[in-house]
């Protein structure tokens, strides 16, 4: 069976800098059929920032295509790579909050939610928070901000034993004396200091460490594209701003409260890989465990990375199958 690939990219029909109130203003994007069935696209990160290939996930015949920019990243204002960034109100609810202005500024009864990454848990949060306005999900690479997934990647206590060679590159970034359970805090505070000579290289070292362990297979040039220090800068603190405060939700939230998805019949599609070290399997099985509603595809030669052809394939038939079944009905 032939795998499926990226839509041919729209170019946008309309974009806007929508004021979310706190100071921030956040860009936002449609492209495809203005009369289709909307479709929002949750970027990854925290602090990633959507990119035009992301548009094409999606049918741009058949779909109202949106992207936006999360707070402090991409092309909303202020960006976090400023020396004086405040990232106080930027929190997992107030962007979820967020999505509801765009969503409302733009008209929209219901649409389809898609993420991956930080993207599915910013998904899944906005789902359980609206319901009466999400039409289904497809999410990627499950992540839930638990207490064990944090650990496992971000603290010493597993994937450090699968990439012991990158990881002593973080626990560098991270200064002398730092042990297994303290680094988030430790690029917290890194990462909150203004100097650039001490912030840039721990800003480094943190988005350098997910980028190389993102794909099964090296992928070098994704590496170097995240070498901008302004891009690593926004990256690196909004993800360490949001794990160092656990996403500002109880542990386990987002895979206990998925009955609420089941109990409005909110269909879904999960996709992950195999292989996935940064966001392992186990998460995106529990998620489904939970949400009986969902169907699961676990791509058996693929990483993180949504780009793996494996994991695109899935991805684009899910967005062809809610296509198919909601076309004319919103």
Known sequence: M??????????????????????????????????????VFVHG???????????????PER?????????????????????DA??????????????????????????????GSWGSTLSLAYAETHPEHTLALVLRGIFTLRKRELDWYYEGVGADMIFPDLWEAYVTGAGEGVKSGEFIDRYHELLANPD?????????????????????????ELVEEMQDPQFATAFARIENHFFYHRGWMEDGQLIRDAHILAEHNIPGVIVQGRYDVVCPSGTAWALHRAWPDSEIHLTPDAGHAFREPGTLDQLIRATDRFADEFEGQV
């Not at 929508?18 to 956040?26: E, P, W």
């Not at 990160?45 to 049918?59: A, L, M």
Request: with cysteine.
């Open 196 to 220: 650039p000579s001490v912030h840039g290289p721990a800003a480094m070292a943190w988005t350098t460490w997910e980028a190389a362990t993102s794909y099964l297979l090296p992928h070098p």
């Open 86 to 115: 405040d990232l106080s109100t930027n929190t997992t609810w107030t962007l979820v909050e967020d999505m509801e202005k765009i969503r409302e500024h733009l008209g929209i009864d219901r649409w389809l939610v898609f993420g």
């Open 45 to 59: 990160g925290p602090g990633g920032g959507v990119s035009p290939v992301h548009r094409g996930c999606f049918d």
């Open 63 to 83: 779909y109202r295509i949106v992207l936006f920019d999360q707070r402090g990243c991409g092309k909303s204002l202020p960006h976090a790579w400023e020396p």
């Open 2 to 39: 032939q795998l499926r690939g990226l839509y041919p990219i729209p170019e946008p029909y309309s974009t806007t800098m929508l004021d979310v109130g706190d100071g921030q203003s956040i860009y936002v994007e449609c492209s495809g059929n203005p009369e289709g069935i909307p479709a």
